[in-house]
């Protein structure tokens, strides 16, 4: 499922690019962290930014002065994932430095409640956390984004249906978010019970084809079939 709203524009070109690296379990993370960095992995647009992601993650430091950009914004957000305060602190306080943002996302995905809360005090939106807690499936810090003023319902939605949290997808669409928009991800995974519900709660089959089909070929032809046969059901 590509997760646009967690692509940085901003690539470095120059930054060495080094191969992408597998989650290490280590002390900092856990099988629960582990699962959803796998996640986040399929979303990074670029080798760089996936090796950047996954030092931060295992916090190698051996490169970290030479990222910047995208790749910078993607080391912090693993180092948040993994709940690696010192990392994320470096990332974020050095010039030209990642965005609070970028850490705020990894760490509501990984539930990190003192690490949200020192991300929001340094700035960061509570929309980049309503989509790490919907990403992370941690209902009561998504409620707790949108208390504090979190406002896009849509990449909340996109972010839930992604990584198949039910439960979030239904509070995304109470506060009124558009189910079209999260039609495509869900039938993107095949995710079957999350279709219905966006078809129940009046996603339009035909949107959803629509969108499905600006993916690639193999994903597009998985999620035509599975909207098609579910809405004609």
Request: glycine share 10%.
């Amino acid at each position: 499922c590509v997760i646009s709203s967690c692509k940085d524009e901003a690539e470095n070109q120059n930054a060495p690019v080094t191969p992408a690296a597998p989650v290490t379990p280590t002390a900092a993370t856990s099988p629960l962290t582990d699962k959803i960095a796998q996640q986040f992995d399929k979303s990074i647009p670029s080798d760089s930014m996936r090796a950047a992601f996954h030092a931060g993650y295992n916090g190698d430091t051996s490169n970290l002065e030479a990222l910047s950009g995208g790749d910078m914004s993607y080391y912090c957000t693993g180092a948040a994932l993994a709940g690696r305060t010192d990392l994320v602190l470096k990332s974020i306080e050095r010039k030209k430095g990642a965005s609070p943002n970028a850490a705020l996302k990894g760490a509501a995905a990984a539930g990190h409640q003192e690490l949200v809360q020192m991300m929001l005090d340094k700035g960061a939106s509570p929309d980049a956390g309503l989509w790490g807690a919907a990403f992370g499936g941690h209902m009561a810090l998504a409620q707790s984004m949108l208390e504090r003023g979190a406002k896009d319902l849509s990449d909340g939605l996109i972010s839930a249906a992604c990584s198949g949290h039910c439960d979030i997808v239904q509070l995304m669409l109470g506060k009124g978010a558009d189910p079209n928009r999260g039609l495509a991800a869900a039938a993107e995974k095949g995710r079957a019970k999350l279709i219905h519900l966006l078809l129940e709660q009046g996603a339009d089959p035909v949107s959803g084809l629509a969108a499905a089909a600006e993916g690639d070929a193999e994903s597009s032809a998985r999620s035509c079939s599975t909207v098609f046969v579910l809405s004609c059901g």
